[in-house]
Protein backbone atom coordinates (compact mmCIF):
# COMPACT_ATOMS: atom_id res chain seq x y z
CA UNK A 1 0.00 0.00 0.00
CA UNK A 2 1.28 3.39 -0.93
CA UNK A 3 -0.06 6.65 0.70
CA UNK A 4 -0.10 9.99 -1.60
CA UNK A 5 -0.25 13.53 0.08
CA UNK A 6 -0.18 16.37 -2.76
CA UNK A 7 0.49 19.93 -1.92
CA UNK A 8 1.88 23.11 -3.22
CA UNK A 9 -2.02 24.05 -4.77
CA UNK A 10 -3.13 27.65 -4.20
CA UNK A 11 -4.06 30.75 -6.03
CA UNK A 12 -1.62 32.67 -8.45
CA UNK A 13 -2.39 34.68 -11.26
CA UNK A 14 -2.29 33.88 -15.20
CA UNK A 15 1.69 33.67 -16.00
CA UNK A 16 2.63 32.54 -12.43
CA UNK A 17 4.47 30.01 -11.35
CA UNK A 18 3.83 26.85 -8.82
CA UNK A 19 5.82 23.50 -7.36
CA UNK A 20 3.21 20.70 -6.92
CA UNK A 21 4.65 17.77 -4.66
CA UNK A 22 3.62 14.24 -4.03
CA UNK A 23 5.80 12.71 -0.90
CA UNK A 24 5.03 8.76 -1.34
CA UNK A 25 4.89 6.71 2.16
CA UNK A 26 7.49 4.49 0.92
CA UNK A 27 10.50 4.55 -1.30
CA UNK A 28 9.67 5.66 -5.05
CA UNK A 29 12.78 3.70 -6.55
CA UNK A 30 10.90 0.81 -7.65
CA UNK A 31 7.39 2.46 -8.75
CA UNK A 32 7.74 1.96 -12.75
CA UNK A 33 4.94 5.33 -13.47
CA UNK A 34 4.77 8.52 -11.55
CA UNK A 35 2.11 10.55 -13.11
CA UNK A 36 0.37 14.16 -12.26
CA UNK A 37 -3.08 14.15 -13.85
CA UNK A 38 -5.52 16.86 -13.46
CA UNK A 39 -9.34 17.12 -12.81
CA UNK A 40 -11.50 20.84 -14.12
CA UNK A 41 -15.28 21.38 -12.97
CA UNK A 42 -17.36 19.64 -15.35
CA UNK A 43 -14.31 17.83 -17.07
CA UNK A 44 -12.94 14.65 -17.08
CA UNK A 45 -9.44 13.99 -15.15
CA UNK A 46 -6.60 14.02 -18.04
CA UNK A 47 -3.55 13.04 -17.76
CA UNK A 48 -0.75 15.95 -17.64
CA UNK A 49 2.93 14.66 -17.01
CA UNK A 50 4.56 11.26 -16.36
CA UNK A 51 7.68 10.04 -15.61
CA UNK A 52 9.07 6.35 -15.73
CA UNK A 53 11.16 4.01 -13.54
CA UNK A 54 13.37 4.54 -16.30
CA UNK A 55 13.78 8.66 -15.92
CA UNK A 56 11.40 8.77 -19.21
CA UNK A 57 9.17 11.38 -19.48
CA UNK A 58 6.03 12.81 -21.47
CA UNK A 59 3.62 15.78 -21.59
CA UNK A 60 0.17 16.57 -22.71
CA UNK A 61 0.76 18.90 -25.64
CA UNK A 62 -1.06 21.73 -23.30
CA UNK A 63 1.34 21.92 -20.84
CA UNK A 64 4.66 21.43 -23.01
CA UNK A 65 7.62 24.18 -22.47
CA UNK A 66 5.54 25.05 -19.38
CA UNK A 67 5.49 22.20 -16.96
CA UNK A 68 8.49 19.96 -15.64
CA UNK A 69 8.14 16.66 -13.83
CA UNK A 70 10.81 15.58 -11.69
CA UNK A 71 11.36 13.05 -9.14
CA UNK A 72 13.46 12.93 -6.30
CA UNK A 73 14.36 9.57 -4.77
CA UNK A 74 16.07 10.28 -1.93
CA UNK A 75 12.90 12.18 -0.76
CA UNK A 76 10.11 9.70 -2.35
CA UNK A 77 8.79 12.99 -3.87
CA UNK A 78 8.17 13.49 -7.58
CA UNK A 79 7.44 17.18 -8.58
CA UNK A 80 5.40 19.32 -10.61
CA UNK A 81 7.18 22.50 -11.65
CA UNK A 82 4.24 24.96 -13.41
CA UNK A 83 4.94 28.17 -15.08
CA UNK A 84 3.54 30.81 -17.03
CA UNK A 85 0.26 29.08 -15.81
CA UNK A 86 -3.08 29.82 -17.86
CA UNK A 87 -6.57 30.09 -16.41
CA UNK A 88 -7.33 26.89 -18.05
CA UNK A 89 -4.85 25.01 -15.59
CA UNK A 90 -7.13 25.53 -13.31
CA UNK A 91 -8.21 22.35 -11.93
CA UNK A 92 -7.49 19.79 -8.86
CA UNK A 93 -3.79 17.87 -9.27
CA UNK A 94 -3.80 14.36 -8.55
CA UNK A 95 -0.82 12.40 -8.11
CA UNK A 96 -0.89 8.66 -8.98
CA UNK A 97 1.77 5.82 -8.82
CA UNK A 98 1.67 2.46 -10.21
CA UNK A 99 3.60 -0.48 -8.62
CA UNK A 100 3.10 -3.69 -10.88
CA UNK A 101 -0.70 -4.00 -11.71
CA UNK A 102 -1.41 -1.36 -8.51
CA UNK A 103 -2.59 2.15 -9.18
CA UNK A 104 -2.13 4.42 -6.26
CA UNK A 105 -3.76 7.57 -5.80
CA UNK A 106 -3.35 10.97 -3.83
CA UNK A 107 -6.45 13.23 -2.30
CA UNK A 108 -5.63 15.91 -5.05
CA UNK A 109 -4.53 19.49 -4.87
CA UNK A 110 -6.49 22.45 -6.30
CA UNK A 111 -5.20 24.94 -8.31
CA UNK A 112 -6.73 27.94 -9.79
CA UNK A 113 -5.22 30.36 -12.25
CA UNK A 114 -6.88 34.07 -12.27
CA UNK A 115 -6.73 36.54 -15.37
Known amino acids: QVQLVESGGGLVQAGGSLRLSCAASGSILSLNFLGWYRQAPGKLRELVAY???????NYADSVKGRFTISRDNAKNTVYLQMNSLKPEDTAVYYC?????????WGKGTLVIVSS
Open 96 to 104: KVSSGAMDY
Open 51 to 57: ITLGGRT
